[in-house]
């Protein structure tokens, strides 16, 4: 749609030209900008210009860029990229099933980027779902020139809120090779078939025996638990009916949220132990 409140737009080249003026906020893919109103904003400040790699692949893990496109995301995971994932990789082969928890066709793929999605931060967001499950670190590039890094876990404060401040940048997002060599389950759950995830639910097992469950979607923002091994049905029923955040809205109750989360997170258990 048009934006009508729009009067100036620049293409940010170099880390100074991430400095907003009143009225300005950054423009990635743009895919959420431009579906409705945005009275505050005045002018776009293009990230795409800054010409940051989508993806790397370094001893240290996968490095994300915050403008690789979602479809740039799936391609490497069908391996048809220039940049191959190390066979030991496992849990690349999620990425597409977490793309597709995206409410949004192929067409929104190749302009959405993961960093625009994680920004927006609402619960249902499937690359928070995805970063989250494999212990995503963000960098976050402040004003003045200083870098920090948080969990993607612990960035998200709500649905559609985070800890980001006026004039903060994702950089990028960082997985861990332990997390992404582990065997990764991701289940989701909709009211409608084509309907925005209601609850998605991952769970993951490391080589050290280490089995990490994550909620999204169900709850305003992320849940992750941690457990030295994989836990009895009881253990994880109690956890993950526990977890904060369950809320209602037009597209699932609170208490269906918390109910299918607990099912969701004992099929992933089952799955993990019988690939034990």
């Not at 080249?13 to 743009?30: C, Q």
């Not at 499937?126 to 960098?139: S, W």
Request: some cysteine; overall charge negative.
């Amino acid at each position: 749609m048009d934006i009508p409140t729009i009067d100036s737009f620049r293409i940010a080249r170099e880390r100074d030209d991430l400095e907003l003026a009143p009225g300005e906020t950054f423009l990635a893919g743009g895919t959420w900008l431009m579906s409705e109103p945005q009275p505050a904003v005045t002018g776009f400040v293009d990230l795409t210009g800054m010409g940051w790699p989508d993806l790397e692949v370094t001893d240290d893990g996968l490095r994300i860029g915050a403008t690789c496109t979602i479809a740039t995301l799936v391609a490497f995971a069908r391996g048809t990229t220039a940049i191959a994932a190390p066979s030991e990789w496992r849990a690349v082969d999620t990425f597409e099933q977490a793309a597709e928890a995206l409410l949004a066709s192929f067409k929104i793929w190749k302009t959405a980027t993961v960093g625009g999605n994680i920004c927006r931060s609402f619960a249902a967001a499937a690359m928070v779902a995805l970063t989250v499950a494999l212990d995503g670190i963000a960098e976050v590039w402040t004003p003045g020139g200083s870098i920090r890094h948080v969990p993607v876990a612990e960035m998200l404060t709500g649905n559609g809120t985070n800890d980001l401040a006026r004039g903060e940048v994702l950089r990028a997002i960082d997985l861990p090779p332990c997390a992404l060599e582990s065997r990764l389950v991701m289940r989701k759950i909709a009211l409608a078939e084509y309907g925005r995830s209601g609850a998605v639910v991952t769970g993951r097992t490391d080589a050290d025996g280490t089995t990490v469950f994550g909620i999204t979607a169900a709850t305003q923002a992320p849940v992750v638990f941690r457990f030295e091994g994989v836990p009895d049905a009881r253990v994880l029923e109690s956890a993950v009916g526990a977890a904060p955040g369950y809320y209602s809205d037009p597209l699932g109750a609170a208490d269906w949220r918390r109910n299918v989360s607990i099912v969701l997170a004992e099929r992933i258990r089952r799955e993990l132990v019988s690939a034990a």
